[in-house]
């Protein structure tokens, strides 16, 4: 089995930073990541906030900004959240589809020196959440 890394290039269209807009729960966001930030919160005007920035870096920005508001269990459904907006994605955009399609058996591993948990992390050994996500 080989490895596919995605961060950037070729498998860019993996990231939830990429400019594929997503429906989910019946609304259109302009990438998986003004997604996923939207949904760790309730209130309206943080969720609008977010939501309207230009880009996914600014929405991931924002909604660091309100952590201290974010859901109560949000550590323990975020992975679950994801998986339904990167099912979405994919579900939605044929690019995408085939690329993930034509991935096959090989490991996918979002190569990002600065997240462990969602990539592998500056060393190698994050845990490489969205990668077990896109293989499932």
């Not at 930073?17 to 019946?26: D, P, W």
């Not at 760790?40 to 943080?46: G, L, R, S």
């Not at 959240?81 to 589809?97: A, L, P």
Request: a negative charge; charged letters at 30%.
């Amino acid at each position: 089995m080989s490895k596919i890394l995605f961060y950037e290039g070729k498998y860019y269209l993996f990231s939830n930073f990429s400019a594929h807009e997503v429906i989910f729960l019946g609304k259109t966001y302009k990438t998986a990541e003004h997604c996923y930030q939207s949904q760790k919160f309730t209130d309206p005007e943080i969720k609008a906030e977010i939501e309207n920035t230009p880009s996914p870096f600014m929405a991931k920005k924002v909604s660091h900004g309100h952590d201290d508001k974010k859901l109560t269990n949000w550590e323990e459904v975020k992975a679950g959240i994801m998986k339904q907006i990167v099912t979405e994605k994919v579900k939605q955009h044929d690019e995408v589809r085939k690329l993930l399609v034509e991935s096959d058996d090989n490991e996918i591993i979002e190569n990002s020196p600065y997240d462990d948990y969602w990539g592998n992390g500056k060393d190698g050994n994050g845990k490489n959440t969205m990668g077990k996500i896109l293989m499932e």
